[in-house]
């Protein structure tokens, strides 16, 4: 079996270079071949040109077809070009992080679409929070991004800004399915040894200490990872957020939309919250992830 | 779930729907108009038609950005029934028609649309246009030199106006059209036939009545002959069009969802006091032209439209009927598919046989699924005649066992079976006849007892005969394809053919 990828979503925004920074130290962490994708979103539900003359001629619609086809013809060989002079230049930039090749990937189409058709082969995903649209605004996230990690079943991480070599992560632990995910992963994965690993845990009284305790348990037994434990009490996303700065956590780890949407429309998403109020990157692992990292 | 669209398709383009809805409202009323003079019904009933329609194939369509409204081609499917029964039967034939439609999308027969062929579609196109064409003949027989010169200057309006600097591109050139003959006629008080003469316009908005016709079945064998015709041409048209937007923006639709919602608008039409209609070609080239793309520009079609008659009901009796002439001849002239005469010389002649005979029938009839149903059956039949020559049989002697053998090659089927037959030497004195088929395909229950004959003719000749490759050859026959649908199964079959 081939070796499953890491794959970088690129779009020429300011978060461009986190992105590539954070799969070059991931693909290089766990040795396995790092992919950088591009993707070219037409947008046909949106016009191009107008023509309010609102008359039909001889052969209008073959006119139309014609003048449309041209127009958008030379429109997407401008975003081809575009699009890989991002590519080689972010793959410049994996290189120099010591990548020996990338793969380039130029597709049409939405990028939900390309990571779907993709996921089979990654192992884990890295986007940006923002995408052009949003650039400058940073307490925004990117419009597509929830629809984006609510389609794909891989380890996601979305980065929020410039790149910082990992030292400390946190998980976010909750026992649930997802968490349980998260530790599991981080016990057998090659990525985290030599890292310190927060565990924590927000309210859950009665039962946190002994779940921390679990989980740190299985940590330790896994070796090559320092645990420290906390546990907190307050609003769950506040709490998370002011631990990040306090610890000076590099990346947080957690479960993602694992309520249905009908909750999430309701109380309002968790992860939402998270990926807005974040300082930090969020590797997001939805509750179906099954053995992540294999390799 | 016809009513879950993608967010897109609603608010992907808002500021072209808006314009484009715009555009496409002020040229739905001259056809709506048009159109109910067709079916010889008060504009009204087309007008409501229009407005109901489009604004529920704006919700459950399935082609986002196409126009569906009152259209030519159903109204002349109408005009028989509102002479000899009346509007209220039209109702009920209309509420007939959508549900007809709706289970139609339920079996998914748009699938059918691929039988009709490419020649079938242009003929249908080109009669359609002629159609339209002719239906304003009546408005200019008998008449003026007015309405004449009137008309001329109402086409040279539509089509020079858009080469104004500036506002060319701006104000369509239809309703500077409609403005400047209305205003014409309106200042010289010419003595011409105006829209008002036509019967009565809306003057409210559309209430909701259920058809004032008997439930019984005689009600029924009056209204189905009609509903059955105006179900096929309406989805006919409506996924002709789909597919014509498709290939414009270069995006899907989904044609099943699109019979259903042609079919719920249907009934919407027919419990509001319209008329059947469906998608129409003309109008959603102009609306992607003007630069709709979205569900959107559907909706503010239908309710601009609405909006215009009820408040300018005083105004829009004034128009001319040689501004709405102009404007028909208009769309007659953008339907037709003009490269279809240039490609007459190089198109194949059953082509163009299959062309221009949907054509005449068509014409002939004014009946367009009459047309479609020759056309395909014409297309069918001259298919079947070229794949039938895809069939020999040699065949070789081995003198010192006095044993012939025939090899059988190609497709053995209902056209090839005489041929099939005839292949044969019955004249021939042998001991043995042996047939091979590994090579040959029996499609159907008559190549098979073509077989048969074949083999009792020879054998009534005292030749032991010996089949070949039997099993391998009538495997074609089943009419499960489910099981060959992959390509190494059609591999092993169609093999060296």
């Not at chain 2, 395909?441 to 007892?449: L, P």
Request: proline share 3%.
């Amino acid at each position: 079996m081939n070796k499953k990828m890491v794959l970088a979503c690129i779009d020429g925004s300011a978060l461009s270079d986190a992105v590539c920074d954070y799969a070059a130290w991931i693909a290089e962490r766990i040795d396995v071949p790092l992919k950088l994708l591009h993707t070219i979103d037409h947008h046909h539900e949106t016009a191009a040109t107008t023509d309010l003359s609102g008359n039909l001629g001889v052969n209008s619609r073959d006119h139309l077809l014609e003048e449309m086809s041209d127009l958008e013809h030379v429109k997407s060989k401008a975003r081809i070009r575009l699009g890989k002079s991002i590519l080689q230049e972010a793959s410049d930039r994996v290189i120099e992080m010591g990548i020996s090749t990338s793969i380039n990937c130029l597709q049409h189409g939405s990028l939900v679409e390309s990571l779907t058709e993709f996921e089979d082969d990654i192992s884990i995903f890295v986007l940006g929070a923002r995408g052009k649209i949003h650039e400058d605004q940073s307490n925004q996230i990117g419009a597509k991004l929830e629809a984006m990690i609510r389609s794909l079943h891989r380890p996601i991480l979305v980065a929020n800004q410039a790149f910082k070599t990992p030292r400390r992560i946190m998980i976010a632990y909750d026992g649930g399915e997802a968490a349980e995910n998260a530790v599991d992963m981080v016990a057998d994965s090659p990525l985290y040894k030599g890292l310190v690993c927060h565990l924590v845990c927000v309210d859950k009284k009665g039962v946190a200490e002994n779940l921390l305790d679990k989980a740190a348990h299985r940590l330790g037994a896994a070796g090559g990872i320092d645990v420290v434990s906390a546990h907190l009490q307050g609003k769950v996303e506040h709490k998370l957020c002011e631990y990040q700065l306090s610890h000076h956590i590099d990346v947080t780890i957690m479960g993602a939309f694992s309520h249905t949407r009908l909750h999430d429309l309701l109380v309002g998403s968790f992860t939402v919250k998270m990926l807005l109020n974040t300082k930090t990157p969020l590797l997001l692992l939805r509750s179906k992830d099954s053995i992540i990292y294999e390799s | 779930m016809l009513l879950l669209s993608r967010k897109q398709d609603w608010l992907g383009n808002i500021c072209g729907d808006i314009l484009a809805g715009l555009v496409v409202a002020l040229a739905l009323i001259p056809e709506a108009i048009a159109f109910s003079i067709i079916a010889g019904v008060d504009p009204k009933v087309g007008l409501y038609a229009s407005f109901c329609i489009a604004v529920v194939t704006a919700f459950v369509g399935g082609r986002p950005g196409m126009i569906s409204a009152a259209t030519g081609a159903m109204a002349l499917l109408m005009v028989t029934l509102v002479k000899e029964h009346g509007l209220q039967y039209l109702f009920a034939t209309t509420l007939l028609t959508g549900g007809i439609q709706i289970v139609a999308g339920y079996l998914k027969l748009g699938s059918l649309m691929r039988f009709v062929s490419r020649s079938v579609i242009t003929g249908f196109v080109n009669a359609l246009a002629i159609l339209i064409f002719m239906a304003q003949l009546p408005e200019l027989t008998h008449v003026t030199w007015q309405v004449y010169a009137m008309t001329l200057g109402g086409l040279a309006i539509i089509y020079l106006f858009p080469y104004f600097p500036v506002v060319g591109k701006s104000i369509p050139s239809p309703l500077m059209c409609i403005i400047a003959l209305t205003a014409i006629a309106l200042t010289l008080n010419l003595d011409i036939r105006t829209v008002g003469d036509m019967g009565d316009l809306p003057d409210t908005l559309p209430i909701f009545l259920w058809p004032d016709v008997p439930m019984t079945l005689a009600t029924l064998t009056i209204i189905l002959p009609y509903a059955i015709p105006l179900a096929v041409v309406g989805l006919l048209e409506s996924l002709m069009t789909a597919t014509i937007i498709d290939d414009l923006t270069d995006t899907d639709s989904n044609k099943n969802r699109e019979c259903k919602g042609q079919g719920i608008a249907n009934i919407g039409s027919g419990l509001l006091g319209g008329m059947a209609g469906c998608a129409m070609i003309g109008q959603s080239v102009i609306n992607i032209k003007s630069g709709g793309r979205g569900r959107l520009s559907t909706l503010l079609a239908g309710t601009f439209l609405l909006i215009m008659i009820v408040f300018l009901d005083q105004w829009i009796s004034q128009i001319p009927m040689a501004a709405l002439v102009a404007v028909m001849i208009m769309v007659s002239i953008g339907t037709f598919n003009w490269s279809s005469i240039r490609d007459l010389k190089e198109n194949p002649l059953s082509s163009n046989v299959v062309m221009v005979m949907t054509v005449i029938v068509v014409v002939w009839t004014h009946n367009l699924a009459l047309g479609v149903f020759v056309g395909v059956l014409l297309a069918s039949l001259f298919f079947a005649n070229k794949i039938s020559h895809f069939m020999y049989v040699d065949s070789e002697l081995d003198e010192s066992n006095d044993i012939r053998t025939y090899h059988v090659v190609g497709q053995v089927f209902f056209s090839s079976a005489d041929k099939f037959v005839a292949a044969f030497d019955y004249k021939e004195a042998v001991e043995k006849i042996v047939i091979d088929l590994h090579r040959a395909h029996f499609w159907d229950i008559t190549s098979v007892s073509s077989l048969d004959k074949a083999v009792i003719k020879l054998r009534r000749q005292g030749a032991e005969v010996e089949l070949i490759g039997l099993n391998e050859a009538s495997s074609t026959i089943i009419d499960r394809f489910g099981v060959h649908d992959n390509p190494e199964e059609i591999e092993k079959m169609m093999g060296g053919h």
